[in-house]
């Protein structure tokens, strides 16, 4: 069963620190996972996407890494700042089929002065 | 742009009732989906649209209705509201499939549904 898992389920850390996400999954075949991020009442906004052949991708202080052989990826977030409170998802697709977009149930993450 | 945009942003239901949400995007994408969030759940798929009068059904598709007539709306209709369909409804749209950064998906900013 394809399946997308996010740790921890929650996260609360001071302003300036830094933290890491992450993401384990079964969904096969692979195409590529992206992470997002969901600020409360919004949609979610798009950070980055890795297919297969990549192993980090970085967007501003935000950093994702994916290994397809273990099928974990990661999201580390540097200097936290206030705004990144928010809730974070995980997200794999298998090849291009449009109903095979698994989301992961998020990692909901707090960011204190 | 206005991007993906969907109305009404609260809606309160009673058992039986019916209604429509809506979803519109100004960027030209033929894919469109519907989906609905529940807490501690994943974001999980309605239906979608490969483009105008093609539709299909996600993994959820019971007690919903859709249609595309066009390549910019894509409403999502339930027929009779139960209390199980009260959730958070997210309408998304993208050019294409696969991981290239054009087919990055723009998501609306949802309708909060409660049904009594």
């Known amino acids: 069963k394809n399946q997308v898992e996010q740790s921890p389920q929650s996260l609360i850390i001071l302003e300036g620190k830094n933290c890491t996400l992450q993401?384990?999954?079964?969904?096969?075949?692979?195409?590529?996972l992206r992470w997002y991020k969901q600020d409360t009442g919004r949609g979610p906004v798009s950070l980055t996407i890795?297919?297969?052949?990549?192993n980090t991708k970085s967007n501003g202080r935000y950093t994702a890494t994916l290994d397809a052989d273990t099928k974990q990826s990661s999201l580390h977030i540097t200097a936290s700042q206030l705004s990144d409170s928010a809730s974070y998802i995980c997200v794999v697709s298998a090849l291009t089929s449009y109903d095979k977009v698994i989301f992961g149930p998020g990692t909901s993450l707090s960011v204190i002065p | 742009n206005a991007g993906v945009t969907q109305t009404p942003k609260f809606q309160v239901l009673k058992t039986g009732q019916s209604m429509t949400l809506q979803c519109a995007q100004d960027m030209n994408h033929e894919y469109m989906s519907w989906y609905r969030q529940d807490p501690g759940m994943g974001l999980r798929l309605i239906h979608y649209?490969?483009?105008?009068?093609?539709?299909d059904q996600g993994e959820v598709p019971n007690g919903y209705n859709v249609s595309r007539s066009t390549t910019e709306d894509f409403p999502l209709r339930l027929l009779s509201a139960a209390p199980s369909q009260t959730s958070v409804y997210f309408c998304a749209s993208s050019y294409g499939l696969g991981a290239s950064g054009r087919n990055e998906q723009f998501f609306g900013p949802g309708t909060r549904l409660t049904v009594l």
């Open positions: 993401c384990n999954y079964t969904v096969s075949p692979f195409s590529n």
């Open positions: 890795m297919t297969f052949s990549e």
């Open positions: 649209s490969v483009g105008a009068g093609i539709t």
